[in-house]
């Protein structure tokens, strides 16, 4: 077991922009892809993904000043938000961790086998999603079974919400072949942006309000693109945040850079997955028959490429920061959360099909009510936190442990 952990953790460790390549490789060649076509599609993908982090961390970087402004203002909050680093650290301590890779994996091949999925994952980064509410129920009920259990049920959930979502995913996105897998955002973000989205529908006035990028491209011409959006909105952001000029440029530019840049590392992501789309398609078509089709499941991020994602985030960050501020009983300031603003708003802006309102009203909502899910289940994450060796001073607590059934499992061991 010790050996199998090694090896897997060895292979976690590698980072996703090392990993995924290797990932993609064995599956072209399974596919029957040629070998030097394979490793192109591998080092594609990574490459994208590596791209990816880049411009990720442009964009925090651009922002950070902001940042600071914000959480000097806040204080008298009793729960660290530790961020999503820790908790997936965390996860990947329990002692099932090794063997839920590649059962979860044999599970996913013999469900596309059957025909009862169209999703094949090989989002194994994000594996820590699975693994966390696996690890609440390890380290709070100490059932190793039962936290495994967990882990993969969790994992065979996030390929039917996969399947369910596949279409809007490549209808608004147009990733053909592929769908989200990171159930966090696929399993609980969006429910809530459909919810959010309906309750609009109902409210007169609101539901009439249409504000796209595309709509404001076309009504403004060269004010309307992406970049320029970028600029305004970056400096909107500094001003009203009192940086000085030189920080108001830089963030303006920051913006600005990360609008242009992000759908073109996408691009080269879609450059490395297509044909392993093709070639999955071809493969499972002469096995099971024309009608078959197979969805690579990946990353939420591969969903930043849209500009309204972008603009969503940035817009978001102050508002969350502020709602943090003024709301009633909020015990932690939204710090790791943060982080994590710029996923969350992928889904929103697919289930808004891009209304700029939309997104925004239905990213700082997930926010709001992560304020008072991760607060119920803070103890839970804390002990958790602790029986994995993670130093925690008082509570702790991060978005990925704000979904509902990481509180079930909480309330159900006490």
Known sequence: MNMLYDFMKGIIDLGPTVMLPIIIFILGLVFRMKIGNAIKSGLLVGVGFMGLQIIVNLLNKSLKPALDYYSKVGSGFTIADIGWPAVGAASWAVPFAALAIPLGMLINILLVRLKWTKTLNVDIWNYMHFLIPGA???????????????????????????????????????????????????????????????????????????????????????????????????????????????????????????????????????????????????????????????NIGMDVSLGLGDPTTITTTVISIPLVMLFALILPNV??????????????????????????????????VFCIVTFYLGALVAPGATEMLKGAGVNVNGLGTDVTVSEPWNLLIYWFSK
């Open 136 to 294: 609440m129920v390890y380290f709070l009920l100490d059932s190793f079974i039962w936290g495994l259990i967990v882990t993969l049920v969790m994992s065979v959930i996030a390929l039917f919400i996969g399947d369910l979502m596949a279409p809007k995913w490549q209808e608004y996105f147009g990733l053909q072949g592929t769908t989200c897998s990171t159930i966090i955002y696929s399993a609980w973000g969006f429910p809530i942006a459909w919810i959010v989205n309906k309750i609009i529908d109902y409210i007169p006035g609101l539901n009439k309000l249409e504000v796209s990028l595309d709509k404001i491209n076309k009504k403004l011409g060269v004010l309307g693109e992406p970049v320029i959006i970028g600029v305004i909105v970056g400096l909107i952001l500094g001003l009203i945040t009192k940086r000085s000029p030189e920080e108001v440029s830089s963030m303006a530019m920051g913006v600005a850079a990360v609008m242009v840049l992000m759908p073109k590392v996408v691009a080269i992501m879609m450059d490395g997955l297509s044909p392993i789309g093709k070639a999955a398609k071809k493969f499972m078509m002469k096995r099971m028959g024309k009608d078959a089709k197979l």
């Open 331 to 364: 015990s932690f300031f939204p710090i790791g959360i943060l982080m994590s603003i710029t996923y969350i708003s992928v889904m929103n802006t697919m289930v808004s099909n891009g209304n700029l309102f939309r997104s925004i009203v239905s990213t700082v």
